[in-house]
């Protein structure tokens, strides 16, 4: 059901990132991840992901920084972006609400909530 579709994973700390995959992946979904901001431009121009889970502190450029470039541009900026963050601070999940972003999760976090949450907002 969601084989057609691509999610990008761009989360720094690997057992994290590795957890979202797997239960992506056994939805269905083809994942493709990296741990660097800078990959993760590279990523989005080449592959299109339909959707991308983004990290907010990360090497190179931070998660909001990568949210602004993609959605500023014509050919990425109709992907849906999740972020990720361990803040749960009331002022840091408003700054989260950018227009550019589509949902807004907090570590810790529930992976069977955050697949959910992904195959509500792709279909």
């Known amino acids: 059901m969601y084989e057609n579709k691509k999610i990008l994973i761009v989360e720094d700390e690997?057992?994290?990132?590795?957890?979202i995959s797997m239960y992506l992946k056994k939805e269905g979904f083809?994942?493709?991840e990296t741990g660097n901001g800078l990959e993760a431009l590279t990523l989005t121009e080449q592959e299109r992901p339909d959707l991308i889970i983004l990290d907010i502190m990360l090497p190179g450029l931070s998660g909001?920084?990568?949210?602004?470039?993609?959605?500023?541009n014509e050919n990425t900026k109709n992907i849906v972006v999740v972020i990720l963050s361990a803040s749960g601070q009331e002022?840091?999940?408003?700054?989260?609400?950018?227009?550019?972003?589509?949902?807004?999760?907090?570590k810790p976090?529930?992976?069977k909530q955050l697949v959910k949450n992904v195959k509500d907002i792709i279909y």
């Open 64 to 72: 909001y920084e990568i949210c602004q470039k993609i959605k500023s």
């Open 30 to 32: 083809k994942v493709l």
């Open 91 to 106: 002022w840091q999940k408003f700054e989260g609400y950018q227009p550019e972003v589509d949902l807004y999760e907090t």
């Open 109 to 111: 976090f529930s992976p």
């Open 14 to 19: 690997a057992n994290i990132r590795n957890v």
